[in-house]
């Protein structure tokens, strides 16, 4: 009898033993799945994807959009023991987070925890004209159209430039934003660049300009800027219309004139168009426009302001995105009748 019990509690030990062996066992692969959890990239990670993370969204919220986004098939518990391991839990900021290829639920969740929210770009491209600005903003993804529904004058009103014209007047350069940013924040800091940069620009101006302001310099600028988009043909350009205005020739350039036309520009340029006055005409009228006609960039006020010394008067494309260059009327002549009319000698 004595023995059956003593092999009766050798039994019962062996069994406690195996039990604790699973156990042990079983809690020795949990964490060591919970480890690989935290260190392995997500699943469907890559470029574009993100995360958004409304205000007052609970870390069970963060989870479950996660997993229908199809980031992460893991268990909640992983998520929330990771974030209590990492004493994160409740310190997640709202925001859109990025989930780029090789991210972890471990860099998910310092990135949350620091508030390193997804940021967008958005590029002001030389040559732009506001309008065409205005359709890029509306089109952006995740930026908040405050200005929707205003027109230009109420635009720059709310900019704190009322007595501005809005061409011209935004620098064309790339803009950082998170998800909730206005498009009024994005035109505000471009105008506050172009302004600055022509405060300090104009004060290295070459002399004897015939520009008697910054905004002058400007509206030249966006002429040169809608002329060519050849690096070694800015400042030369920017020359033959300097000595033009010097000289008062009309400068007689086809971008000024397209502007004017406004919706009424089907992509021809008539030579009805170049005999019908608008304030734009600059073959109908003397000096400059009354506003730019475009965003210059930075390369294009520098050539407004330091023009190539010369005396060129006239230029014409040639058709390769260059231009012929002439001085007098008849060697422009024959620019003209060899690249426009197809002439050559």
């Known amino acids: 009898m004595n023995r059956d019990r003593q092999s009766g509690r050798v039994r019962w030990r062996a069994l406690f033993l195996l039990v604790l062996l699973v156990l042990a066992g079983a809690v020795a692969w949990l964490w060591q799945d919970f480890a690989r959890f935290g260190s392995v990239p997500m699943q469907g990670a890559g470029a574009g994807q993100s995360v958004d993370v409304g205000r007052g969204s609970s870390f069970k919220d963060i989870v479950g959009e996660l997993r229908r986004q199809g980031l992460s098939t893991a268990s909640p518990f992983y998520w929330r023991l990771l974030a209590e391991q990492m004493r994160v839990a409740g310190r997640l900021h709202a925001g859109e987070y990025a989930v780029v290829a090789g991210m972890t639920p471990r860099d998910l969740l310092a990135n949350m925890a620091a508030g390193k929210v997804m940021q967008r770009n958005f590029t002001i491209v030389d040559g732009w004209n506001f309008h065409v600005l205005r359709q890029a903003l509306a089109a952006a993804p995740k930026l908040r159209h405050d200005t929707q529904g205003l027109d230009d004058a109420a635009l720059m009103q709310k900019l704190g430039a009322p007595d501005e014209q809005p061409e011209g007047r935004f620098l064309p350069e790339t803009y950082a934003y998170v998800k909730g940013d206005s498009d009024l924040d994005i035109l505000r800091r471009a105008h506050a660049a172009m302004a600055k940069t022509l405060d300090a620009l104009w004060p290295q101006r070459d002399k004897d300009l015939p520009l008697a302001s910054p905004y002058e310099a400007l509206i030249l600028a966006s002429i040169v800027e809608k002329e060519t988009a050849r690096a070694d043909e800015r ?111």
């Open 235 to 345: 400042a030369r350009i920017a020359g033959v219309f300097v000595r033009r205005l010097q000289q008062h020739i009309l400068l007689q350039t086809d971008p000024t004139v397209i502007y004017g036309l406004g919706d009424g520009y089907t992509g021809t340029i008539h030579k009805v168009d170049l005999t019908t006055d608008t304030p734009y005409n600059t073959y109908t009228r003397a000096g400059l426009p009354p506003t730019p006609i475009a965003m210059p960039g930075k390369p294009a006020l520098q050539a407004a302001l330091h023009p190539a010394a010369g005396n060129e008067l006239y230029f014409v494309a040639r058709g390769d995105g260059t231009h012929a260059f002439a001085a007098t009327l008849d060697e422009h002549n024959r620019n003209v009748a060899c690249y426009q009319l197809k002439r050559c000698p």
